[in-house]
Structure formats: structure tokens, C-alpha cells
């Protein structure tokens, strides 16, 4: 089981969780994280560290995200790794808790 990145991170990606991951199974897009499910050890040091509240256990995962299940899989085998806390976009905390950012997703 491996934990999923949901819709609020889109235009927030605060990258707080990715200090805390002890894999490395963060990947950084333009404006969202995905967590590989293959790399993810079900650790759960991640999701407390969201300041967006975008991650959750894979069983967890809202009826109506459960897309994003399969979409951190894909993101994460096309975007680069990403180790290291970034600053999070200017208006990241304007966009935190917008509902149904999935058309805002850029993919490049």
C-alpha cells in the first residue's frame, strides 16, 4: 500500500514532504508532486508534513480522487525525482483548499 498524492496539491506543492520521505518516492511536475507506488513504503511521515492536507493512504483515497491512484503512478515515472525543499509557489496558500484543481494540472 503506498500513499497518494490528492487534488489540493495541484498549484500548492509545498514540498515539506519530501524532506521527510526516507525513499526518495517523491516526483516533481510543474505544479504537483506524485509519490511513486512502487518506491512509497507505506511510512506515513509524509502525510503529516503536507501543509495542504494532499496526502493520504491509498485506501483512503476519496471516492472521487481515486484517479489520482493511478495518476501519481504515471506522473512519478515521467518526472524527475525530487530530494531536496523547495519554496512553494507565491500564491500557494491562495490555492490551498481551492476543490476540483485537476484542470489546472500541468503535466510540463
Known sequence: MAFVVLDNCI?????DC???CPVDAFFEGPNFLAIDPVICIDCGLCEPECPANAIVQQDKVPAEQHGFIQLNAELAALWPNIREVKPAPTDADAWN????????????
Do not use: F
Request: hydrophobic share 40%; with cysteine; glycine share 4%.
Open 11 to 15: 498549484k500548492c506543492k509545498y514540498t
Open 18 to 20: 519530501v524532506a521527510v
Open 97 to 108: 483548499g481551492v476543490p476540483d484543481k485537476l484542470q489546472y494540472l500541468a503535466l510540463e
